[in-house]
């Protein structure tokens, strides 16, 4: 009895590891599930933006992943990428276009070509896209007319309705059940209700607000640039009020927290000038004296969630860039080539 009743449990165990292989097999991960991911805007009038991918953890660098998933490459100026659930979206401002491919192979899906007109940046709200629209160009006046956000069915891909904003509206961010957008233009940021698609809401920010970073107690922070000066801002969403906001170095660009929202880093490059990463608590009060990172044509900034590992997109003129890696302290890691004029970070866990 002890011999069959050890064979029995061994069938047993055989069936379960066989079947926990099979379910493995059936569920393959793609080449780019993970990693790093940089957008590279490219040269406006050639049209070459790419994306590219690093994997910290064999440093494993593709320049242009879409041509090697599609064996073509796209065309366009790509101002940013935007990851949700199995699609990433590709969003090519000068082409009014958004590439949409697989998330983790980067193999085509379909091109959204309609109902979009200079689009900046995208998030994800009640099942539906939602892409800022710089509107139309007027080349007499050197402005944009007729922002907008346009509302994108997931399902079809189809551009299903349009909400007037105020100009230039930039970062998109999805807390909670409501959207916010930047108009950087125009000081500022609206609230957006995804159930009904309207503007229900806003704040008046310091300066033009450009993108967001989310804290550890669900309040927003802002970067705010108006060419000749610069504000954080920090938004309270539960009563929509400017909580608190502060002056900072002049060119503030961009702005990124770590995973546990306890810190906030943000980057100052007025052109033309040097270039700064600060780095301050999110209980903070007023802006740090001193910044971390120094350099030049710095132009992007991210930061990896696994790590706090800081990640800077330099410029290098009309040629490729380079991403600089820093610890959370700024000192410097390393560094890998980038494409031309990279701008921003994706990172996939």
Request: glycine share 10%; with cysteine; proline share 4%.
């Amino acid at each position: 009895m002890s011999l069959i009743k050890n064979l029995y449990l061994y069938t047993i165990a055989l069936a379960i590891g066989l079947s926990a292989c099979k379910k493995t097999e059936e569920t393959p991960h793609g080449e780019f599930a993970q990693g790093v991911f940089v957008v590279n805007e490219g040269n406006f009038q050639d049209a070459d933006g790419t994306v590219g991918y690093y994997d910290p953890t064999d440093g494993t660098i593709v320049q242009n992943i879409y041509e090697k998933a599609n064996g073509s490459s796209l065309t366009g100026h790509f101002q940013s990428v935007y990851f949700a659930g199995e699609y990433a979206f590709i969003i090519d401002d000068a082409g009014s276009k958004i590439e949409v491919v697989e998330a983790e192979t980067f193999k085509h899906v379909a091109t959204i070509n309609e109902g979009l007109n200079t689009p900046r940046y995208m998030t994800v709200a009640n099942g539906k896209g939602y892409v800022s629209n710089w509107g139309e160009y007027d080349a007499t006046n050197y402005t944009y007319l007729n922002p907008y956000v346009a509302v994108i069915d997931l399902t079809n891909f189809n551009v299903i309705q349009s909400i007037i904003t105020d100009n230039g509206v930039e970062g998109m961010i999805t807390v909670g059940n409501k959207i916010y957008a930047a108009a950087s233009f125009s000081n500022v940021v609206h609230v957006i209700d995804p159930t009904n698609d309207a503007i229900t809401g806003g704040f008046t920010t310091p300066g033009g607000p450009r993108q967001f970073a989310e804290d550890n107690t669900g309040k927003l922070w802002v970067v705010c640039y108006d060419y000749a000066t610069a504000s954080l801002a920090r938004l309270n969403l539960s009563n929509e009020l400017v909580e608190t906001s502060f002056s900072v170095s002049n060119g503030a660009l961009a702005i990124a927290a770590n995973k546990a929202g306890d810190k906030i880093y943000y980057l100052c490059a007025p052109y033309g000038a040097s270039a700064k990463v600060y780095s301050m608590e999110s209980s903070a009060t007023f802006a740090p004296l001193e910044p971390i990172i120094n350099g030049d044509q710095f132009y992007g900034l991210g930061v990896d969630p696994k790590n706090e590992i800081i990640y800077v997109a330099r410029l290098n003129g009309s040629n490729n860039g380079t991403v600089i890696r820093y610890s959370s302290d700024g000192t410097e890691m390393d560094n890998f080539p980038a494409g031309r004029f990279p701008n921003g970070f994706v990172f996939r866990e």
